[in-house]
């Protein structure tokens, strides 16, 4: 069985530019996360998608950045334009079940990151 | 709010020697707790996890975590490191209302031959 997959593993573009960055989860994970971390910072919560419905983007920067879900498998997160504190690796992760109702029952399966670097 | 504080960005040990990986946690709930490791080049995989059964959690290859609600505190430990523990490893507790995790910034382990 694939795990997540997250595509490109690198990524270096120019301030101004656009960025879109893919994340395939296991087949059949309603859930999926996103999270980034910034240079020796923590790994933060981005936002939750529930099949094609965004559950919760309190974690999202601001409005440079766009997730989407199209029809609750693959998800994009697109980063127009980008700024240089938006260098880091993106993780996307997915699970069965909502880790709350699950209580963790259920593993959420993390990719391998994207490490996005703004010049 | 929840929070977790990982003490030491990085830590080496020596081939065979105890390895000893520091979480303290804030929780206005009880808290869910999980240690991660990243291994070059690939994903977080979780290490092991409590919630709320027993105190000692045993994980994979070896690791294990005491929970101590008085000290608020989760220390990964393994008796004896191996070459391949080198890694990424991540300390995070369940959010609570905010649905998500909360990670330490890493503890960087080395291990010398």
């Known amino acids: 069985e694939a795990g997540v997959t997250q595509f490109p593993s690198h990524s270096v573009i120019e301030k101004g530019q656009t960025v879109t960055l893919r994340c395939d989860p296991i087949?059949?994970?309603?859930?999926l996360y996103w999270y980034r971390r910034v240079m020796g910072k923590e790994i933060k919560f981005l936002l939750h998608?529930?099949?094609?419905?965004?559950?919760?983007e309190s974690g999202m920067p601001n409005n440079r950045f766009l997730a989407e879900r199209t029809g609750g498998t693959y998800s994009t997160l697109k980063v127009q334009p980008a700024e240089l504190e938006d260098s880091g690796v993106y993780f996307c992760a997915s699970s069965q079940d909502h880790h709350e109702t699950a209580l963790w029952g259920t593993e959420a399966f993390f990719g391998q990151g994207t490490r996005l670097t703004v010049v | 709010a929840q929070s977790v504080t990982q003490l030491g960005s990085h830590v080496s040990v020596s081939e065979g020697a105890l390895v000893l990986l520091r979480c303290n946690y804030s929780s206005s709930v009880p808290p869910y707790l999980f240690w991660y490791v990243q291994y070059p080049n690939q994903g977080l995989q979780l290490l092991l996890k409590?919630?709320?059964?027993?105190?000692l959690v045993k994980g994979i290859n070896g690791f294990e975590a005491e929970f101590k609600k008085s000290e608020t505190s989760f220390h990964l430990t393994k008796p004896s490191a191996h070459m391949s523990d080198a890694a990424e490893y991540f300390c995070?507790?369940?959010?609570?209302?905010?649905?998500?995790?909360?990670f330490g910034k890493g503890t960087k382990l080395s291990v010398k031959p």
């Open positions: 087949s059949g994970h309603d859930n």
């Open positions: 995070a507790v369940y959010g609570g209302s905010q649905g998500n995790l909360i």
């Open positions: 998608f529930v099949k094609e419905s965004k559950q919760d």
């Open positions: 409590y919630t709320s059964a027993a105190t």
